[in-house]
C-alpha cells in the first residue's frame, strides 16, 4: 500500500476551519469540495493515458489522454458523496458508482445497504471516496469489493486517517503495492468511540445532519 499525505499550507488552512465545531454545514460542505480538488490533483498523478494525436493551429503533435476503460470514481455513503463534485470536477470522463456503507457504532464493522457499481470492474481504475478513516474497517470492505470484481488499481481519496486505522488496511492490503491512500492529513489517534482525535466529528452528520 502507498500513503501520500497532502503537505500544503492551503490544505492545512481549509482543514484547519473544517475541524471546528463552530463552522456551519454550509461551509463545511464547500470546504470538504475544495479539499478533493486539492487532493485529486495528487490521487490522479497515476490515471493511465495513452497517446493522442492531434493538429495545433501551428503543426501536429502527440498528446495524451485518458486511456479507455475510464476510470471510475465510487462515493462510499453517505459522507463520500460530499467529496464526489470535487472529484469529478478534475475527472469528468470518470463513470461514477455508489457504494453504501456504515459502520456499526457499537461493533465498529461496516455494513453494507447499497451497492449500484457494475459487477464487472476488469481492469478499471478506481477511485474511493470517504472522508474518514478511522478504524479503516469501512475501507477494507469497500476494498475488497472492487478487487473481487476484477478492479486494477484502487485510489483511496481520504481527508482524514488514523494511524491505527493505516495499520488495519496495510495489514489487510498484504503488500499490494496496486492500493493508494491519498490523505490531507493523519491524525493522532481514535477515542474510545473510534472517533478520529482531533478529528473533525461525524462527517456524515456534520454535511447532511444527523438522521
Ligand atoms: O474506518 P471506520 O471505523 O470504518 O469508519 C469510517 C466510516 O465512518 C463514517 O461513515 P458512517 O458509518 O458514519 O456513515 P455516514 O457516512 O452515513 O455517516 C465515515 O464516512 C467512514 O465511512
Ligand atoms: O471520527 C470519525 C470516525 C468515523 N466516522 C466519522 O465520521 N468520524
Ligand atoms: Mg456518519
Redesign the pocket.
Known sequence: MRLHVADHPLVDHKLTVLRDKNTPSATFRLLVDELVTLLAYEATRHVRTVPHQIETPVTTTTGAKIADPAPIVIP?????LGMLDGMTRLLPSAEVGFLG???DETT?E?VTYANRLPDDLTDRQVFLL??????????VAAIDYVFERGAREVTCVCLLAAPE?LKVVEEAMGGRVDVEIVVAAVDERLNEK?YIVPGLG????RLYGVV
Open positions: 462510499i455513503l453517505r459522507a463520500g456503507l456504515q459502520r465498529y461496516a470517504d472522508p474518514m478513516l478511522a478504524t479503516g474497517g469501512t475501507l486505522g473510534r461525524d462527517a456524515g452528520d
